[in-house]
């Protein structure tokens, strides 16, 4: 028969089996998951994630808005751009020349929104990086509207937080860029690229060569502001170079204002929406 002094071992030994570790159920091993041998796991679970989230919204197709996260709403640079006695006594439509694309994305997500997720089946659903700037004015485009958009947010250095107009159900954060990536294309049935920068030239340049590459289908792509990309990026030197093929000019358009984005996207489609199964 044990003594006092062994049963308070055998008590003391059963606690430190309970707090260790080893006996976590293993998807609740937070340190277990974070560990190089889950990576496959993790690149998984942040694929599964948001997919079962968009399978249960029904969204059938997404329309994908890049640009800018430095391009402030007009409220901000209307404040922004005056001494701390004048801020606040601006109107929008004071502030700085770049918010006109602020203001172009919102229109451009809000009407969007409002036509196609009304009729009978949620297309075209705008999708942004989830942060500020023209990711914000997207967003917001579609909350002005009431309907629903989605945030594909990455961890960064310098903590990334969603803007405040993305729909909570479909507002995600990932640590993968190459998973966040394949998120913003499953789905896309078109792509809408406002002026930035390398962020904004990567997904865009990224999305050009897998069309190019033929290895994803082709969706329309629209570069607003035909001033802006001539300037940044002489895509007739490039053909001159024989760096691209003469046919790969037409794989963009340029458009002016919102309505113009969403005529270049009901040409593409004959005014009707995709169907999802066309991926």
Not at 140 to 154: E, K, T
Request: include cysteine; glycine fraction near 8%.
């Amino acid at each position: 028969m044990g003594s006092g002094r062994d049963q308070q071992a055998y008590t003391a030994n059963r606690k430190a089996i309970l707090r260790n570790p080893a006996y976590r159920l293993a998807y609740e091993d937070a340190e277990f998951l974070a560990g190089p041998d889950m990576r496959s796991m993790r690149l998984q679970m942040e694929l599964l994630k948001p997919e079962k989230a968009l399978e249960r919204h029904g969204i059938a197709s997404t329309v994908v808005v890049f640009g800018s996260a430095r391009i402030p709403s007009p409220e901000q640079a209307a404040r922004d751009s005056q001494p701390p006695s004048a801020r606040g006594k601006l109107s929008p439509s004071q502030a700085t020349p770049s918010a006109h694309y602020y203001e172009e994305a919102r229109n451009f997500a809000r009407k969007i929104s409002a036509r196609f997720q009304h009729e009978g089946r949620c297309d075209f659903v705008v999708v942004t990086g989830g942060g500020p700037g023209i990711m914000e004015a997207a967003n917001r485009g579609a909350f002005d509207a009431g309907m629903r958009s989605i945030g594909l947010n990455i961890t960064l250095p310098n903590e990334q937080y969603p803007n405040s107009y993305i729909t909570p159900d479909l507002a995600f954060r990932f640590r993968y860029f190459a998973i966040r990536k394949m998120h913003f294309l499953l789905r896309a049935k078109g792509l809408v690229v406002f002026p930035g920068g390398f962020g904004t030239f990567d997904e865009l340049f990224e999305v050009l060569t897998l069309i190019q590459t033929r290895k994803m289908k082709r969706i329309p792509i629209v570069l607003f502001d035909r001033e802006f990309w001539s300037r940044a990026i002489d895509f007739e030197f490039l053909v001159r170079s024989g760096f691209i093929a003469s046919e790969d000019l037409s794989l963009f358009v340029f458009a002016s204002d919102s309505d113009e984005l969403i005529s270049h996207l009901e040409k593409f489609y004959g005014g009707v929406p995709p169907q999802a199964d066309d991926q």
